[in-house]
């Protein structure tokens, strides 16, 4: 959707990209609000949430002009972050949070429920703008300037999650080789496609399987194989989308973060970490981790701000209790690798994993994980019940 | 070796600018022509199973 659909190559990315290029620096950034609202508007009509989601526009627009308001120190930053958080707890968490509550007969559930287009992406570029405005690390802007940021096509849906003091001087002096940039550009675009439907879109045909009616009348030794074949198509999927985004990004000659780099292949889980949904990662280090405290508390608290890290990782992926659990499961093995570590760095453990041992238990680590996040925790618990033999 | 094939891969993939030492393919080269004949083609093949992609509901 999006990203592997004609319409958002022909009418919204190579005019977008041509015109940006071609017109005085001073309208670059009009050309990317105009070409971000239309793109919103558009596929949030067509694909999710219809009229309504295509007037969730205005949420962009309040953004842009309450953002002004910024000043270092201001308590207006604060209301910023609130009213961020709030748009996300309203379209993202309210049937779970308030069903928790009142349980199934739930008499505030939102049966007409829906996501605006990238919620969960552009509520973190807000928050980041108002923390960083608060701080002084981040210059006020111009409105054009900001509306362009938050409004950038490429990245609003589902990131790279970019930052405002890396944007605007891209945005102010783009690359002009235009021959290299079109070239990478359309390179990353192609294989990121290709990554798409030959590997990501094939491997459905196994994912599918992981349901609550499938999997006891599975032979229990297919079930690792189809939890692998989400763990490889989670990774191809993803970081075919991010080939997408920093592509077409590229062609506006923009370079935006980079958000996958060899993640599998990572020896130990902070590695992985590092390597795996990277602005994401840095985004929770940055505004979840070290506001808490960061490595500079007593080492408990340390292990309880990795935890709480996590746990935030977990609930912005979805609003469910297995994502819950996906979290907290990257907490423990995070904790672990830093217990580890820390006596290894004490002298209190001399053994040394070897390298390959190590990437195997990464590997298996994180793929066993990928079970909370594909099913809810009744599907989870029955797909390891089965494969130990209980069910 | 693993660290060369991985920067070959990147420069294939349009993620890396410049070619690795002692790879052949330069941005000039035709061969790009072939490869994003290649790329398409398998595109083509493979397209049409269309699922949305994993993040975009989040």
């Known amino acids: ?391 | 070796m693993l660290k060369k094939l991985g920067e070959a891969l990147e420069y294939l993939g349009g993620a890396r600018d410049a070619a690795p030492a002692e790879f052949s393919l330069k941005l000039a080269s035709a061969w790009w022509g072939l490869w994003w004949g290649a790329l398409l083609a398998a595109i083509w093949v493979f397209s049409g199973q269309s699922s949305k992609f994993i993040y975009i509901d989040f």
């Not at chain 1, 959707?1 to 005085?24: D, G, K, S």
């Open chain 1, 1 to 391: 959707m999006i990203f592997n659909t004609a319409e958002y190559f022909l009418f919204f990315l190579l005019p977008a990209a041509i015109l940006c290029r071609l017109v005085a620096p001073k309208a670059r950034p009009w050309i990317i609000i105009t070409f971000g609202i239309l793109f919103f508007v558009y596929f949030s009509y067509y694909y999710l949430g219809g009229i309504v989601g295509a007037f969730c526009i205005a949420i962009f627009i309040w953004e842009s002009i309450f953002s002004r308001l910024y000043k270092p120190g201001s308590a207006l930053c604060w209301i910023g972050v609130l009213q961020a958080l709030l748009v996300l707890v309203i379209f993202k968490y309210w049937n779970f949070l308030t069903g928790l509550i009142f349980g199934s007969q739930n008499p505030l559930a939102w049966n007409g429920a829906f996501l605006p287009l990238g919620v969960s992406f552009f509520t973190f570029e807000f928050i980041h703008y108002a923390v960083d405005r608060y701080k002084g690390k981040a210059e006020r802007g111009a409105f054009g300037e900001y509306m362009a940021f938050i409004l950038f096509f490429p990245t609003m849906v589902a990131g790279p999650i970019k930052r405002f003091q890396d944007f605007t001087p891209k945005l102010a002096n783009p690359s002009t080789n235009w021959a290299l940039d079109w070239n990478r550009g359309w390179t990353r675009i192609l294989c990121g496609l290709l990554k798409k439907f030959a590997v990501a879109d094939l491997l459905t045909s196994f994912t599918d399987n992981l349901t609550a009616e499938k999997i006891p009348h599975a032979h229990r030794w297919i079930l690792p194989v189809w939890l692998l074949a989400y763990g490889i198509k989670i990774y191809f999927d993803f970081s075919a989308y991010s080939d997408i985004a920093i592509g077409s990004a590229r062609l506006f000659g923009i370079g935006v973060p980079e958000n996958f780099d060899w993640p599998y292949i990572r020896r130990n889980i902070a590695e992985f970490w590092n390597h795996w949904h990277i602005s994401l990662y840095r985004w929770l280090v940055d505004y979840v981790f070290i506001p808490l405290g960061g490595s500079r508390v007593a080492p408990p608290r340390i292990l309880g701000n990795i935890l709480i890290t996590m746990l935030v990782s977990g609930i912005w992926h979805g609003a469910g209790i297995n994502f819950l659990v996906w979290g907290l499961w990257h907490g423990c093995l995070l904790i672990i690798h830093r217990l580890w570590s820390t006596a290894h760095q004490t002298g209190k453990i001399k053994f040394q994993i070897p390298g390959f041992i190590s990437w195997a238990l990464t590997f298996i680590a994180v793929n066993a994980g990928w079970s909370f996040f594909c099913m809810d925790m009744a599907t989870a618990r029955l797909f390891w019940r089965h494969l130990f033999g209980y069910a």
